[in-house]
């Protein structure tokens, strides 16, 4: 018992927690982290054992953005459960017991294209409209490795997945022959595709096939205009043959006209390997088919709008919109998304409602206005902070603030809703959101909501900051600023992103990012920026690599082209600073590139600074130099000092 309240005491004086525990009849035992050690009475004179538990589990996932398209992912999982025991007996034998424990480790690396605003991915296209195109297209590489000390055991998996791949084939574009008999007809081939190979199941291919035709009818049957017919022939993902037949209607209901997409029948035929179908060696069944799209659109003098409704049957997701506008007063919108499938095809449910109202403006005083009001509800969905700042520089965030058109612009408004709020069990997302204005007639806007996950919890400011001066029809200055910020607990982080979008100075636009982080804990960070950082600074966060310098296009059109960029941080130890101005026009195959810029880093501790100064002017073949001058000078210090 001495020896260990010795030992306890050093080791806090060491600054380490360390406690002495003593069951009834049991030797004692001093815990400190990691370590115990207790007397070991199974030897005489008594011993020491003492026992290394390190147990732990770890995961990393993170995402890079390369470009508006493409999208990498690295995900790391490890569990790892070892020990190690060691028993020292007088005088001073000391006796190791070999680790033991259990190592498991996954690694995921992947590449995804996706478009942001919901647009198919274009993979081959010829003139006239004929094309092969997919929702999405990625590939992943992975590890799943087990090690222990009587072995071990690698998996390597590698996967390709086509989401929602078609090939569409245009008449219109052929000659005048299949013009005139093949008028309005397409033709769609749909091929979603998984492809996945590892050693153990060597190479498993799944997705279904399938062959769609669409022909043009316009004719009028009283009140119902029968537009097309749609053909279908594929093979499910029941293995049976699928002949569909479907039709696309219009009816005029008074002030009510309503449109019917994809309504009609399905006849499955297969073949049971017992012989025992309807048909004998086959089955046979047929299914009526409700729509897939109900369009809806009210023109009643008073109240005008229109509405959307979707239904997926396969995937158990039905979503819609509605529209009203009463008197041009007061300005309704609602979108819903219900989901009765988890994304793993298990049964559940999901629901997503967003509702906003704008009207004429409530002067507030001070010249500010509330000019709109609404909210969101989920349930069994959250926040996904990394796609809301994607969607601040692509302009995803005005499809959650108060979105308008949404009935023509009702696909890409889903698709970065799913995408902001994915589907997760047990969570539940609340945001109200409010519309000020100021000025009469109003020059400054501000879309503001405040969005809550629980029960994680994350609390996120979502905003749209729009000026327009000296008047909205007359603007010379246009800025629209999208921004969100919010506090992550479990990361001991504030973060906030902001970004101009669709803005312009009277023809000139204006493009640039900005970024806050303030970090507490183990990860103790403080950063500041509009327009990224300088080119040697390599402490940046993986998320802010790619931020854009706050520049403005001084020439309309990218041939020639006049940029302006500079940037701006602070961070925990360093100021930075730099501009640039680049010019490049081309023509006869050739181009002229030139710039001038500087750059400055400020860095405290220890002090030291860098400045540099750039330019050069050349003719080129594409990105070969032909011809041209470069200068370059450097200054840094102080120790020592350099100039070159």
């Not at 005088?91 to 033991?100: E, G």
């Not at 690698?154 to 000659?175: C, N, T």
């Not at 998984?194 to 060597?202: Q, R, S």
């Not at 103790?524 to 990224?532: H, R």
């Amino acid at each position: 018992m001495f020896l260990l309240e010795k030992a306890q005491a050093l080791i806090e004086r060491l600054g380490a927690n360390a406690a002495i525990y003593q069951q009834p009849g049991q030797p004692p035992v001093l815990e400190a982290f990691v370590l115990s050690a207790t007397v070991d009475t199974s030897v005489s004179p008594p011993g020491l054992k003492f026992e290394l538990a390190l147990p732990g589990a770890a995961t990393f996932e993170d995402s890079v953005n390369f470009s508006d398209l493409w999208k990498g992912t690295v995900k790391v999982t490890a569990n790892y459960e070892a020990g190690m025991e060691v028993n020292v007996r007088p005088p001073f034998v000391v006796n190791a017991i070999p680790p033991t424990g259990n190592v498991d480790l996954k690694l995921l690396l992947g590449i995804k294209a996706q478009n942001t605003d919901g647009t198919p991915v274009t993979l081959l296209a010829v003139a006239g409209g004929t094309r092969l195109q997919a929702k999405s297209i990625g590939g992943s590489v992975g590890v799943d490795a087990h090690l222990s000390t009587s072995g071990g055991e690698i998996k390597p998996e590698v996967q390709l997945e086509v989401e929602d791949g078609k090939l569409i084939v245009d008449f219109s574009q052929g000659d005048g022959l299949i013009q005139k008999l093949l008028a309005g007809v397409k033709l769609e081939a749909k091929f979603p595709l998984t492809a996945t190979w590892n050693p153990k199941d060597g190479l498993r291919v799944t997705g279904d096939a399938g062959l769609e035709v669409f022909i043009p009818l316009h004719q009028n049957l009283a009140i119902v205009d029968l537009n097309g017919l749609y053909f279908s022939l594929g093979i499910g993902s029941d293995s049976a043959l699928h002949i569909g037949l479907a039709a696309q209607v219009t009816a005029h209901l008074g002030p009510i006209v309503a449109t019917l997409d994809r309504i009609g029948a399905d006849a499955a035929i297969s073949f049971p390997p017992n012989g025992s179908g309807r048909l004998g060696m086959a089955d046979f069944h047929l299914d009526f088919v409700p729509p897939k799209g109900v369009g809806l659109a009210l023109d009643a003098g008073v109240i005008k709008g229109g509405g959307f409704l979707s239904v997926d049957a396969a995937k158990g997701e039905y979503a819609g919109a509605l529209e009203l506008t009463f008197q041009d007063v007061i300005a309704l919108k609602a979108i819903g998304i219900i989901n009765t499938k988890l994304p793993d095809g298990s049964p559940g449910f999901a629901l997503l409602i967003l509702v906003t109202a704008e009207f004429m403006p409530i002067q507030l005083g001070f010249g500010f206005t509330l000019v709109g009001v609404g909210g969101l509800l989920g349930l069994n969905r959250r926040l996904d902070t990394e796609a809301l700042r994607v969607g601040v520089r692509t302009g995803a965030l005005n499809s959650v603030l108060f979105p308008q058109d949404i009935i023509a612009n009702i696909t890409r408004i889903i698709s970065d809703i799913k995408d902001i709020f994915p589907l997760a069990v047990e969570h539940f997302v609340l945001g109200p959101m409010g519309k000020l204005g100021w000025g009469t007639p109003t020059l400054l806007s501000l879309e503001i909501g405040v969005i809550i996950d629980l029960p994680t919890p994350a609390i996120v400011i979502a905003g749209v900051l729009q000026a327009s001066l000296p008047a909205e029809d007359l603007a010379i200055l246009h800025l629209q600023v999208n921004f969100a910020g919010g506090i992550d607990f479990q990361k001991g982080l504030i973060w906030f992103d902001a970004s101009l979008y669709d803005s312009h100075l009277l023809i000139y636009t204006l493009t640039g990012d900005m970024a806050l982080r303030i970090g507490w804990g183990d990860q103790a960070i403080f950063i500041l920026t509009v327009g990224g950082f300088h080119p040697s600074f390599s402490e940046i966060p993986p998320d802010l690599r790619n931020l854009r310098r706050l520049s403005i296009s001084l020439l309309s059109g990218d041939n020639p082209r006049l940029t302006c960029a500079t940037y701006f941080a602070i961070t925990s130890n360093t100021v930075q600073n730099g501009s640039r101005v680049e010019l490049y026009a081309e023509g006869c195959g050739l181009n002229i590139y030139g710039f001038l810029g500087y750059d400055l880093l400020v860095q405290f501790n220890p002090f030291h600074f860098i400045a540099d100064l750039d330019a050069g002017l050349a003719l080129r073949d594409g990105t070969d130099e032909l011809m041209g001058i470069h200068v370059h000078g450097e200054l840094s210090g102080p120790n020592p000092f350099r100039a070159r």
